[in-house]
């Protein structure tokens, strides 16, 4: 008799475990069924910096408030997202910086053809031919473009009687002259490869813009060529020669491959530093 009542409590405790384990289950495939929906209805957009998430991600997200959208920093480099490609697949969107189409090739058969879209009828037919694939597809469009170059404190050059430069040498000559009167005439941000890239590119137009240096910029955007395309000894030895002008002129040394945006604008800020490299956001930094 006593029996009895211990197997009906032991067959309903293990009743009650059993239903709580199946409702686990069914709480569990329940989130896993949410998440999934959720993962399919959310853009994934990886970001070339983490300046971005300052005024490019909230924008992007206002225009579209009922979207749900991931804002990932991913890299400036397409290599990553070749590796991505092989190792588990692209994001929804990608930006970039750095890539020519030789360097995309890889990724077109998994890229949407924006050529007949009107984000992609916003660009001039001249610039945007430098986008399109052989067959005319467009995998790549440009965001908007932002002015670069030299930042300068007026008020120094004014107090110190040197000319504001007008061409190269009278930049050489006033990076000089506020060397000797013990202040900085030119530095960068040269702790960012990009900056030193764009340094380059700068001195380098002359050569680039050659027969032979069109020649040569052709033959390393050709996403057909299989072959990587390196520096020749035609265009190149030139533009070093100027960069080598350029470090000889503006007094660049080791220090200020370690230099990064906050210590330029510190130093231009605290009347230390009469030029530097920047967009025209440092222009509006300074004048307000």
């Known amino acids: 008799m006593k029996k009895k009542p211990l197997h009906r409590i032991s067959s309903l405790l293990a009743a009650t475990v059993l239903g709580l384990s199946l409702l686990t289950g069914c709480a569990g495939k329940s989130t896993e069924a949410v998440q999934a929906q959720e993962d399919a209805d959310t853009i994934q957009v990886y ?20 979207v749900n959208i991931e804002f990932i ?34 990724l077109q058969d998994s890229l949407m053809d924006l050529a007949t879209t009107n984000e992609a009828g916003a660009v001039y037919n001249t610039y945007l031919n430098s986008f399109k694939n052989e067959d005319g597809s467009v995998n790549w469009l440009p965001v908007c473009a932002d002015t670069h170059g030299f930042v300068v404190n007026r008020g120094l050059f004014e107090e110190y009687g040197i000319p504001l430069p007008t061409d190269y040498a009278s930049f050489a ?48 955007s050709d996403p057909a060529d299989t072959a990587r395309v390196g520096l020749d000894n035609t265009v190149w030895p030139g533009a070093f020669a ?14 200020d491959l370690e230099l990064n945006y906050d210590d330029v604008t510190g130093m231009f800020g605290k009347g230390e530093l009469a030029m530097y490299f920047s967009s025209s956001a440092g222009v509006q930094m300074f004048r307000e």
Request: aromatic content about 14%; hydrophobic content about 35%.
């Open 47 to 66: 970001l070339w910096t983490n300046s971005l998430y300052e005024k490019y991600a909230p924008y992007v997200q206002a225009q579209l408030p009922d």
């Open 73 to 106: 920093v991913g890299n400036n480099d397409l290599d990553f997202y070749k590796f991505l490609q092989e190792n588990g697949g692209l994001p929804d969107i990608i930006t970039c910086c750095r890539f020519s189409l030789h360097d995309a090739a890889p």
């Open 173 to 220: 000559a006033a990076c000089k002259a506020f060397d000797e009167a013990g202040i900085r005439g030119f530095t960068a941000d040269y702790l960012y490869d990009y900056t030193c890239m764009e340094t380059l590119q700068g001195l380098s137009a002359a050569e680039l813009t050659t027969t032979e240096g069109r020649k040569w910029r052709t033959a390393y």
């Open 242 to 255: 100027r960069m080598e002008q350029f470090i000889r002129d503006t007094g660049l040394t080791a220090a």
